[in-house]
């Protein structure tokens, strides 16, 4: 796969996790139905990963990334901006977090189960507002907080592991390969969330804002910045208009009762 590929693959990834979608990412939407009936073998299912190994995985998938996309150097001036930012989370809610920027113009950020956040310099320009900027993050970051991406995480190996079978996949994450690892970082950072979790994610984005004594109707602003992206990027999350705008006044609506 070419750095140009990976790029794109990436940026699928967060603009349907930032827009949102209607679709469920269920299990069987990403193992498919071969995958699916393949995963209810007992070898496969033996297979189910303990949340250390999850976070192992999402520690090297992330490794495997940050070499294949150009990072911000500590002394770029996006990388400073975040590194400001995030300069009181090292520990944030339970979590030790790290935060890298990709230097490409794709309107994207996503966090994963090892607590990296990855923000892409597309998105910190479209977002000058430290706040919206944060309310996305944080909006990443409590899909890791609640889970999320590690189920992702798990439902991807899962189907490499069905695809691939399990001598071949090694049976655990320190006998996996490099290109292995890859493929399964791409397809859990591509797969959708599903409405459930957006919600809950939204929900902590407004929380991260308030902990950070940042505004949290900057939320509210952010998504209705990543709406109006709606049409100019080619990616498929684009055209789902009503289910932004039913995040956009559940957000309301929830910085309201919590005021
Ligand atoms: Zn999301």
Known sequence: ??????????????????AGSAHAGKLSDLLGSQ??????????TGLALTDAQVVELGAKSVAQM????????????YAKRLAKLAQNMTREDGLTLNFKVYLVKDVNAFAVPDGSVRVFAGLMDLMPDDAELMSVIGHEIGHVKYGH???HYRAAYLSSAARKGVAAIGGTVGKLAASDIGAIGEAAVNAKFSRANETQADEYGVDFLRRHGMDPNASVRGMQKLAS?????????????PASQERVSHLQKYIARKR
């Not at 796969?1 to 930032?18: N, Y």
């Not at 995958?35 to 496969?44: E, H, M, P």
């Open 1 to 18: 796969m070419t750095r140009d590929m990976k790029r794109f693959v990436l940026t699928m990834a967060g603009a349907m996790c930032l």
């Open 35 to 44: 995958g699916l009936k393949d995963a209810g073998n007992t070898a496969i």
């Open 66 to 77: 940050d070499q294949e996309n150009p990072v911000a150097p500590a002394d770029n001036a």
């Open 149 to 151: 991406s590690k189920e």
């Open 229 to 241: 992206q709606d049409g100019k990027a080619k990616t498929s999350f684009l055209d789902d208009h």
